[in-house]
Nanobody
Framework: QVQLVESGGGLVQAGGSLRLSCAASGRTFRRYNMGWFRQAPGKEREFVAAVTWGGGTTIYADSVKGRFTISRDNAKNTVFLQMNSLKPEDTAEYYC???????????????????WGQGTQVTVSS
């Protein structure tokens, strides 16, 4: 298992930027694809971005493509989400997650992710 702790959320004005971090425990972190999801009040948890175990492949939701960038530093057991040009509709609780299957492409399906962090709140004011 992998334990995940997110940080970096906060309140920002529309057009601003935030960088979320997700620190993982365990030596096997580098084996797993990682994802970011978000959940706004009253809405389903939705996919934001994912990155393969080595960082070579990334995928994004259409709503964040061109504004958000996912990356990882396996030496530091950390995955990042750089969020630029933030919009009020980006307001949500953001979660990182680990897909414990190995040698698979990155996935948008939350059911494929077994380990989740506790979340960090991002609020974008208009």
């Amino acid at each position: 298992q992998v334990q995940l702790v997110e940080s970096g959320g906060g309140l920002v004005q529309a057009g601003g930027s935030l960088r979320l971090s997700c620190a993982a425990s365990g030596r096997t972190f580098r084996r797993y694809n990682m994802g970011w999801f978000r959940q706004a009040p009253g809405k389903e948890r939705e996919f934001v971005a994912a990155v393969t175990w080595g960082g070579g492949t990334t995928i994004y939701a259409d709503s964040v493509k061109g504004r958000f960038t996912i990356s990882r530093d396996n030496a530091k057991n950390t995955v990042f989400l750089q969020m630029n040009s933030l919009k009020p509709e980006d307001t949500a609780e953001y979660y990182c997650a680990a897909d414990l299957r190995t040698i698979v492409p990155p996935t948008t399906k939350k059911e494929d992710y077994e380990c989740w962090g506790q979340g960090t709140q991002v609020t974008v004011s208009s």
